[in-house]
């Protein structure tokens, strides 16, 4: 499975208060934020769609909060894989398959390890195409197993190199 066709955006913040304003970092902020960057990335695709961009961001954030809300994405080693189901609603651009990536300073995800997580994969689909999302995260898991290639996925995203995170999303050994 080919995970960079999905991808929307990618970006390293070297400070929280980019992403969380004045407010205490925490993984909610930063998943809203990232919520409402695959709205503005899906406006951006559909450009000329009459549908309420602020409903399309409320809808996301809350697909996203939903799903955290039911147990952590903080899968360990770092990383959290924060993703949500959009449901269909009225007024909502219902999203495509997304994948986005996010580098930022250590924050507590809740994770079985303990340790905090750097390095944030999320996905957002809309309710038809499931299967379709956990296959993008089991893929993803894949991908981040060794501590090599979350190295080199993080390096990436850090130096802006989008072709090279394209490769390595990619990459089957």
């Not at 079985?112 to 898991?141: E, M, W, Y």
């Not at 390096?155 to 999303?169: A, P, R």
Request: net charge negative; charged share 25%.
């Amino acid at each position: 499975m080919a995970l960079s066709k999905y991808l929307r955006f990618a970006a390293a913040y070297d400070s929280l208060a980019d992403i969380c304003g004045n407010e205490p970092p925490t993984k909610q902020l930063v998943i809203a934020h990232m919520a409402r960057r695959f709205a503005e990335e899906e406006f951006k695709m559909r450009s000329g769609t009459t549908t309420d961009r602020k409903a399309t961001e409320e809808a996301y954030v809350s697909a996203m909060l939903q799903r955290e809300g039911l147990v952590t994405t903080g899968v360990g080693y770092g990383v959290a894989l924060p993703h949500g189901v959009v449901e269909v609603q009225s007024g909502v651009l219902q999203p495509q398959l997304d994948l986005g990536v996010y580098i930022i300073p250590e924050l507590d995800w809740e994770s079985s390890d303990k340790k905090p997580a750097q390095l944030i994969f999320a996905t957002l689909c809309p309710r038809d195409i499931i299967g379709g999302h956990l296959n993008v995260l089991a893929r993803l898991s894949y991908t981040l197993k060794t501590e090599k290639m979350r190295t080199l996925i993080r390096d990436s995203v850090i130096s802006g190199n989008e072709l090279e995170l394209k490769k390595l999303l990619d990459y089957q050994p």
